[in-house]
């Protein structure tokens, strides 16, 4: 050992000298640059301000966030912060400091009453690759979450609603009518996210902890390399490390200019549809987000008869994605059934003014063929190949053909329901083959005999109804209605799709 520490030494000694010597030539500085950096400049002080920094360093922020007060009414929350000019974000002082979840919301607290459920969790310094994810029980979560570099992002599980408040403003009219999502967030803190922006409306409330966030206007996306997408989707900044900023290859970063605020425990942030963000969390940290669809325009009829209060919870409110204790898969940034249903009827009035450019009679309706076509034609799959998937698409076209006669009309779609609607998403939305580890469409986890997959119209309505009697004698319960069976047939696919609990 002694040996080592003294070559180490006489090593260091003579490192020393040829620094020494190099000095007298170059400066130390542009020798740093020179090796480090490749940079041509002579002193470190002209690089970009903010360079191998984490993000938001490389220029101060704008004005402070606005402080919007708890008790705005819709009507003027949609005029400031929706409707342009106003667009923008917002800071909510305490909106959830009485809530039984800022109140109660302890790690022994959360174990004891919602650990049974299944959780979603990434690595904290967000990369949005495909593989990030991986499926927990919430109390094996807070059993490692201090040691580990895990946090949770899932749908809030059911039972934990009745705890969180309902903001005033989501209480009454086009708002409350168009709850698309909500998520829970749990963190030991030391968590980043990326740039990007959400499709939704968000209202992001924090329980315990703190987090800071960086918020830029969607005007500022070409200095970013961002395209906006009207309602479709996310997007973020692949090429930026949120942790240290290259301000040389991404050099558009030093004029983005960004407003900045923090959020402390009951404090909530309104984040418009497209707004880009970059968020960081501090210590443990809890939050719960609602999202709203931003495709729904605003109507002051909606609010006839409604007066809200400080104590509604969200559990008193229809939101379109849920978690229930027993499920495995979480329907997580799936097309809202407005959206689909929309698309569904767009694509038919451009069948129809297609058919009547060419002078053609007008559509009676999709034959089930024409429409799981339709539905394959949103995927990579093979439609020839994809075997279980086309009963899959076979029971959504037969849940749609409402009087049985082998065409879904215009009609039957906008007369759809919800849960209908939900069903086509699930398979639009689901696992392509490029985006995912297994062949999603070839699998057998679906578990239904390949007999019961045929090819004409009339042998797909019986493969159907073979399906749903094969699905009887698995234990599902008989009914009426042939969507509810239905969504027992989903539930089943998706609860299957990974025996082991991967995702």
Known sequence: LLYTIKFELMMACLLATFLISTINTVSASSWINSIFFHDKSNTCSELPQGHLLPFGYHKQPLQPMDVIPNSISVEEFDELYIQPPGFRPGIFRGLQKEAECTKKWTDEYIDTHFGHYKVLTEVKHEKRQKYGKSLNALSTFLQEYNTTNQYVVTVLPDDMRREVLMPPLLQCGTYSKNLLELNFWMA?????????????????????????????????????NMDRQEHTGSNFCPSINQNYVDMRTDSGVSDV???????????????????????RSYGRSISVTILWDPTVD????????????????????????????????????????????????????????????????????????QFIQLLFSTKKWDITECKYTRAWAALIARSLDADSDLLI???EVSASSDDQMKAVSHFVDAPTLDDEMYDFCNQEFYYIPPEVVTE????????????????????????????????????????????????
């Open 298 to 369: 605003f109507s002051m009829e909606s609010l006839q008869n409604c007066v809200p209060d400080n104590t509604s919870t969200i559990s008193d409110y229809n939101v379109a994605w849920n978690h229930k204790a027993d499920d495995l898969f979480f329907d997580v940034g799936y097309a809202t059934p407005h959206i689909i249903r929309s698309e569904l009827e767009n694509l038919w009035e451009d069948w129809a003014e297609r058919l009547e450019e060419n002078d053609e009679e007008p559509p009676q309706g999709w034959t089930y063929s």
């Open 257 to 279: 200019d960004y407003q900045w605020d923090m959020l402390y425990p009951g404090d909530c942030i309104f984040i418009p549809s497209q707004y880009m963000h970059q968020v």
């Open 409 to 411: 009309t215009l009609a």
């Open 456 to 503: 004409s119209e009339k042998e797909e309505i019986e493969a159907a109804e073979s399906v749903m009697e094969w699905l009887k004698m698995q234990g599902f319960k008989e009914s009426n209605s042939f969507s509810d069976m239905f969504s027992q047939f989903t539930d089943y696919i998706r609860d299957v799709i990974s025996p082991s609990g991967e995702t």
């Open 188 to 224: 030991s803190g030391n968590t980043a996210s990326q740039v990007h922006f959400d499709a939704d409306h968000n209202i992001h409330c924090l329980i315990a902890g703190k987090k800071s966030f960086f918020m830029i206007h969607p005007d500022q996306y070409h200095k970013l």
